[in-house]
Structures are given as C-alpha cells and as structure tokens.
C-alpha cells in the first residue's frame, strides 16, 4: 500500500519566524476573547453544574474523574469567595489560550513556524477544543494543556540531537504527564503513546536504557498516587466504573456499524473538513511508519484514543469526545501540510477557515440566545422535531423562589432529595451550599460520598423531580414514612414548559 504524500512547496519560507508568532498570538488573543464572551452569556451546563458543587468538598480524587479540574474549581471559588459562573470557567479558558500557545510551540519545533501558526488556527477553529474544552468547566480543558506541555518537553528531548540530554527535562515530562493522569485517565493513553514511541524507533530505544524515561514515569506515577488512594479507600469505585462505561447501550451484541457511527459524530465535534484531512493525514503518518521521527511521535499520540474508544463502539456506544485527546496531535500534522501547500491551497483554507470562524460565531450567538430566552423557540422546535435540545442549559435558578415563597426549608434537617444524577448536579449548584442534596437512585455518581445517604435517616425531604420518579408512591414509601402531595414547580421558556418538574415534601427518611 503506498501511503498518501504530504503536499511540498516552497511556501513554507514565505513567512518567517516572528511573523508566524504575532499572527498565532493574534489568534490566540482573539479566540480568548470570543471564548469570555461565549463563557459570560452561556447558561451552566450539566457537567459543569454537577462539578460546581462536588468541588465544594476537597477530596483526594472523585467518582467520575481524577480530581485536578476539581481542585481548581473549588480552590478558585474559595480563593475569590464567590461561585459565579464566568468567574469560575476563567481558568478554563486561561488554560484554552494556554493550550492555543503549547500546540503552535508543538508545531514549530516539529515542522517550523508556518506549520505551527495553522495549528493554532486548526485548533481553535475546531469547535471540540476551541469553543467546549477551551472555555467550560471540563476536565478536558487541564488534560489537553499538560498533554500538549509533556509533548513539548518530550519532543525537545527525543528530536533534538545533543539538546536536552538531562535528567531535568524527562523530570520535567513526568511532573506534566502526572497533570494529565490527575485531570482525566486518558492520561494513561499519553503515556503509553510515548512509550510506543520510545519502543518503535531505534534512537526512542536507546533512551529507554538510560534512566531519563525511567524517572519521569516514577514521578508520573507519584503524581497519580491520590486517585490510587481515593480509589483504594472506596473499592476501586472510579476505576470500575470508567470500565463499564464503554459498555453502555450496547448490550453486548457487536455492532459493526458502531465505529462508523462513531466516526461521524467525531468528525461532527470536529466539523468535517477539519476531520477528514485530520484523518487523510494520520493515515499517512501511520503508513510512513517511524522513518520520520517527528510525524511519527504525533502518530504514536494520537493513535490509542482514537483506535481504543472507537473500537468500543463494537460492542457499545461510547461518547465522541472521548477521542479528543488523539485527535489532537493529529492537528500539527494537518499543520505540516498547509504549510507546504500550494498557493490555491491555502488561499482555500484561509477563506474556509474566515467563514468557519464566522459561522461558529453565528452558531454559539444563536444557541446561546435561544438556551437563555428561547428567541428562536419556533424555528428550534420545527427544526428538531418539537425538542428543543439547548433546554439542557436552561438555568434553574427559578426553583429557588418556589421554595422561598412555601417557606421552605422548615427546618435544619431537610435536605433536597431527587432521582437522577443530572439533576442532582443542577439542584447541588443552586442550593448545595444552604442544604444537602442526596440523589435518590442507583447510579448516584459522587454523591454517595459527598452526602452519603445513612447519614440522613429520620430527616424531612423536599423531593424534586421529573413526572415518574416523584409520582412513584409505591417506591417513595419504601424510603418515607409520609408523603405530601406534589405541586408542579416546571421550568418555562418562551411561554412552554421545557423541563417538566415536580415537588413534593416527605419526611421520615429511610436510606
């Protein structure tokens, strides 16, 4: 099989160092600035919300997650005393620009700064890192940083003959692959990544009979130690279940078309004119083989996610961002490519990169319009079959006055019980710092340790739910000695009722 060329042309020299860096800090500076503006209109998402009040409570690690986006959620909420929402997803976003920065520095000491200057544009006109992970309260946004800083160091010290042959820098490379095991476990597949590099290529080997790789995977493994003990001190739960998750909605009947379908939706987050030479150009990368080191190291990075992840989807269906992470270090490829494109090439790629900008523009201006005031409420509608999907960020703020006006919480031992983890997560933001809210159901995430249970027999409840869970008598007086009636506080918008909910006072409780 002969593998795809990479374009060549003499291009690449037409923009020098310094210019390339001005033009990739505009870019960075201008995405920043797009991305608070986005991150000061846009209601709270569910995942944010949920990490808003589990953060409340420092832990050595987490149900859902290692703990660093935790750790920075909470001690930056503590730091200003405040929980708004722009305040908090602004480290976020310091880390977006930082990333928009370590992947230009990526590029130029792989292919030279022409290269890495399309890179940056790529990476923030990809909406999955330019708009999601670079600007909300995601443990993406701490993962995707310290992997690109490890790359860095990684690539300094494997591709640079007589540069960096000290222990300092592998030290270095292990501290910020201990960040990125501390933010999400796909930590372990950046590890790995180098480790197939290190093993594949004749120079990578020799390094592994020096102590250098030895050390920084030593320090790795330190940093890693609080979700080791976390997760020993309460039976592995974290572990078990980011194991079962790629099993889930697939049955375990294999589904041959599940990597496809996966492959869509990544090429979705990604926008498909990003993805499809994002992938054109991996493949050519992987044919090539380790020849040429520093498109191979790329490869090695960005194989494992992309191959594991959607590989699960045999068998299950999996979430498309969970191959993110290799997707990444597809881009300086990509990157590669424009810089030594013709002239048509680029002038393409520059008008498609003008109007895609524009368009997420419009795309993020009208989904956050119609998320707050539903000012497109008609046309949502119509267009997504009579469901309106940006009632997910519909802010519950207006629970808050239901129980005011009822004069609720009677008493200081009531808590806010509810039936789904979801729903937990936004009931925990709004009043999680004034009562505790237990989520009443088997897949509780983090809130069997923040407020377990058993710690609340015999308390009163105000329960809150969707229309079969709160109306379910018959479980409900299993948990409770008396039930009140329900009362319907739902949540409207544009005069229609967009998250049907339900009260209801108990007492008495049962764990």
Known sequence: MQSPAFPHSESAGEIKAPSAAHWALAVVALATIARIGLAAVLPVGVDEAYSIGIARQFSLSYFDHPPLHLWLVGGWAKLWGSEDLLLLRLPFIALGALSSWLIYALGARLFGPVAALWSTLLFNLAPVFGLAHGALIF????????????????????????????????????????????????????????????????????????????????IAVACFVPVLVWNGQHDWASFAFQAGRGRVGGGGDVRLFGPIESLLSQA????????????????????????????????????LPILIFTGLTLT????????????????????????????????????????????????????????????????????????????ALLSWEAVRPELLKRGLPADDRTFIGTFNWVRAGELNALFGKQLPVLCLCGDARHFDYLNPPEAYAGWNAILIGMPGHIDDDAALREKFAALAPQED??????????????????????P
């Not at 030290?171 to 501390?182: E, N, V, Y």
């Not at 093993?199 to 020799?206: L, Q």
């Not at 993110?324 to 810089?339: D, V």
């Not at 009260?503 to 049962?510: E, H, K, T, V, W």
């Open 139 to 218: 443990p993406d946004g701490p993962l995707i940083a310290a992997a690109l800083a490890t790359a860095l160091v990684v690539a300094q010290i494997v591709l640079a003959p007589g540069e960096g042959r000290r222990l300092g820098l592998w030290a270095l490379a292990g501290l910020l692959a201990g960040l990125a095991l501390l933010s999400k476990y796909h930590g372990v597949l950046l590890v790995l990544g180098i480790l197939l590099f290190l093993v594949t290529t004749r120079e990578g080997r020799r390094w592994l009979l020096t102590p250098g790789p030895w050390l920084a995977a030593g």
């Open 316 to 391: 299950g269906r999996g979430l498309p961002h969970w191959q993110m992470p290799g997707w990444l270090f597809a881009i300086p490829l990509l990157g590669e490519a424009l810089a030594h494109a013709g002239r048509i090439t680029r002038r393409i790629a520059v008008a498609v990169a003008v109007i895609t900008a524009l368009g997420l523009a419009a795309l993020a201006t009208v989904v956050t319009m119609q998320a707050r005031w539903g000012s497109f409420d008609a046309q949502t509608l119509q267009l997504f079959g009579g469901s309106d999907p940006t009632d």
């Open 268 to 303: 979705v987050y990604l926008l498909p004119w990003i993805a499809v030479p994002l992938g054109w150009f991996l493949v050519s990368g992987l044919v090539s083989g380790p020849n040429n080191a520093r498109r191979w190291l790329l490869v090695c990075l960005a194989l």
């Open 489 to 510: 506080i739902s949540l409207s918008k544009a005069g229609r009722v967009a998250v049907p909910l339900r009260m209801r006072l108990a007492s008495g409780f049962r």
